[in-house]
């Protein structure tokens, strides 16, 4: 207990906002937000970061069309929202690492969605404006193989 | 009339409130996580959403992926069962941001019983009877004068807790000193808020617990009384209703004590006042819960009412359709908790269950998500189903339990079932003379393993 105090004055306005503050990054680091503005009366912040790498996964099956040549990966939605394409997509098209595909918009918040490899962009499997869940696969990338 | 509700929940308590809106007429929402994408509940529901992967803070406690999934689909109402998010302030407030009617009482409701120090200050300014102790303590000195004047044994409680988590017995001032920190650890751990208060700690007392219902008209109703006395570190395992010990005089008593702490936040929706009773027969307010309890079964077959339906309604904004008059207890009812852990270490146990029977028959009612070939997980809490047992009497109630818990199969992972069995035909449980250290110390005197 160091020196015999037990807790907060929660009370105390400022304190209080620091402490709602604090929870709300928490929150907020944990998912792959990359800009967030908050008030409440007096107070408020904005923050906005790096987007975080995204992970990939295995690509889902195709149905045989459209064979690729190297490893395939898919780009999955990190949260639940509705997908949005990025003006530079298309399909064929080879993709940079880190480059913007699209976002999804969740409560009024754009998750950006990147590739975190270079690869070309084998199949899409969303539509503009689509509802989309967590872990839902986006798009196709077919990565070539290192030898 | 909601449309459609979001049921930002798993496990039983998901099917159970899916199976509500369905007899309701209303279309139903399941969010799972990656961990549970195969269950019940998301088969169950007219459509279903992953929200995140398996740990329940990037899934269910996803308060943004939640209320994305409210949004996308369309969902007018969230229906947040139990455990999570269901007595989550910020939720009910970010549900209303959005014009998503939480089903459950209003923060202000949340805010008021939640903190369990400023429940028991309103307890006492309405002379509901609390058990003597503390408000929130500011120092070690202050919680030591305080236990002094209480009276030991004391119990150290979290001001933020419920569920018994962070709670620790001092039976003397060097207990005292030793177990502040650790009550204040575990409450921090488990609640974020590490804030303590003392309460004096009851020998042997009996869980009674009663059932509330309100609607936004300012009407409550108290739908009886439960016995919770069968605990294991706390946590509940075997409920009924109504208590043995409990008379119509006493049962009034409690009702109104509850119904006046309800009306005095202008409660709405389904709720629990829990009391203890100590050896003298006097009752002592500990806790309010502001949610649907685990142990609902119980008191709808007693009543024959539907708490969840009931609890929608309210959330529709209607007006309660019965009065406190036309609220009767008829028979007796028995809750066993079926958990997937050793029945002698009590470690939760994960597995595929590769068999599985659910007993059935007069009285029998099982609440459960399992199906067999399902996969249990260490993410979440153990809890596989509830077996519940009515009977016309207490007597048959229990002979009801014991052939439907004997008939019960669940294959592949260890679960409590032994437990329960060996409980059911020990002459204290049989007897009705229960309380809160009953089960463990029948543990510690190797009767029940």
């Known amino acids: ?147 | 009339m909601f449309r459609k509700i979001l049921i930002a929940n798993r496990g039983e308590i998901a099917v159970r409130v899916i199976r509500a809106c369905k007899q309701m007429g209303i279309s139903t929402v399941a969010v799972y996580s990656e961990a549970d994408r195969n269950l019940l509940h998301v088969r169950l529901a007219d459509e279903s959403i992953c929200i995140g992967p398996a740990p329940a803070g990037k899934s269910y406690l996803n308060l943004p992926n939640i209320i994305s999934a409210a949004l996308v689909s369309g969902a007018d109402a969230i229906h947040p069962g139990y455990g999570f998010l269901a007595e989550s302030m910020q939720f009910a407030e970010i549900c209303a941001s959005h014009k998503l009617q939480f089903i459950g009482p209003s923060v202000e409701a949340i805010a008021a019983l939640g903190d369990k120090a400023s429940a028991r200050n309103l307890a006492r300014r309405l002379h509901v009877p609390v058990i003597p102790g503390t408000s929130v303590l500011r120092s070690v000195s202050e919680a030591l004068k305080s236990a002094e004047e209480i009276g030991y044994p004391v119990m150290i409680k979290a001001v933020g807790g419920g569920g018994g988590k962070g709670m620790r017995p001092a039976f003397s001032v060097a207990e005292l000193e030793k177990n502040i920190p650790f009550a204040q650890a575990e409450a921090d751990a488990a609640f974020g808020d590490d804030r303590i208060y003392l309460e004096k700690l009851l020998v042997q007392p009996r869980h009674i617990e009663v059932q509330i219902l309100g609607d936004s008209f300012g009407n409550v109703l108290a739908l009886g009384e439960r016995e919770c006395s069968l605990q294991r570190h706390h946590q509940k395992i075997l409920e009924e209703a109504p208590s043995v010990l409990v008379t119509p005089s006493i049962r009034k008593k409690i009702q109104d004590f509850a119904v006046k702490i309800a009306k005095g936040v202008n409660y709405t929706g389904v709720g629990t006042i829990e009391f203890l009773r100590d050896r003298d027969g006097q009752f002592y307010f500990i806790e309010a819960n502001a949610r649907i309890q685990v142990e609902h079964p119980v008191t709808e077959m007693v009543t024959g009412l539907d708490l969840i339906c009931e609890q929608i309604q309210v959330g529709q904004g209607k007006k309660l359709s019965f009065s406190q008059g036309e609220v009767e207890i008829r028979g007796h009812a028995i809750e066993c908790r079926i958990n997937a852990e050793d029945p002698e270490t009590f470690a939760p146990c994960i597995g595929v269950v590769d068999a599985l029977h659910w007993p059935g028959g007069p009285g029998i009612r099982v609440d459960s998500y399992l199906c067999q070939g399902d996969k249990v997980t260490p993410f979440y809490d153990s809890l596989l189903g509830k077996v519940i047992a009515w009977g016309s009497d207490r007597k048959t109630a229990l002979t009801r339990m014991r052939v439907a818990l004997d008939e019960c199969v669940v294959g592949g992972i260890k679960t409590n079932l032994p437990l329960h069995r060996r409980l059911l035909r020990h002459p204290a449980v049989n007897e009705g003379n229960l309380h809160v250290a009953l089960v463990e110390s029948l543990l510690s005197e190797k009767v029940l393993i």
Request: with cysteine; glycine share 8%; charged share 20%.
């Open chain 1, 1 to 147: 207990m160091g020196s015999t105090n037990l807790s907060m004055d929660k009370a105390d306005n400022s304190k209080k906002f620091i402490e709602e503050v604090t929870a709300f990054l928490g929150v907020i680091q944990s998912s792959d937000v990359t800009e967030v503005a908050w008030e409440k009366g007096e107070f408020g912040f904005a923050v906005s970061r790096q987007p975080s790498r995204k992970t990939v996964q295995p690509a889902p099956p195709t149905n045989g069309k459209n064979q690729a040549q190297g490893l395939r990966l898919a780009v999955v939605s990190p949260v639940v929202g509705t997908f949005h394409f990025s003006s530079e997509v298309q399909l064929g098209a080879f993709v940079k690492a880190n480059q913007l595909l699209g976002y999804v918009n969740a409560v009024n918040v754009k998750h950006q969605v990147e590739c975190d490899k270079p690869g070309k962009l084998f199949e899409v499997h969303v539509e503009e404006g689509q509802t989309v869940e967590f872990g839902q696969p986006l798009f196709t990338l077919e990565v070539p193989h290192v030898s």
